[in-house]
């Protein structure tokens, strides 16, 4: 895998804990491993929210076939 180096500024109780729990050699590992965690759930967190508008999207036209069918959902079955 190919990899690219990158300069980017953290608070410092963070690289200090960074340091302080990981070793040198290990730590591009550890940055690589936690940004992609984040970026799956960034990416679950967008699909849902994607699925929530569709699904409000076609509220209406659910609740419309919804009528259509409902005899037919509810013949042979008691009233």
């Known amino acids: 895998m190919r990899t690219l180096k ?9 690289a200090e804990a960074l340091k302080a729990r990981v070793s040198k050699r290990k730590r591009s590992a550890f940055v690589a491993a936690a940004v992609r ?10 699909l849902r929210q994607s699925l ?22 509810r013949e042979g079955w008691p009233r």
């Open 6 to 14: 990158l300069n980017f500024t953290v608070p410092e109780d963070v």
């Open 37 to 46: 965690d984040k970026l799956k759930e960034l990416e679950q967190e967008q």
């Open 52 to 73: 929530v508008e569709g699904y409000q999207a076609r509220r209406a036209e659910d609740a419309e076939v919804d009528q259509e069918w409902e005899g037919a959902t």
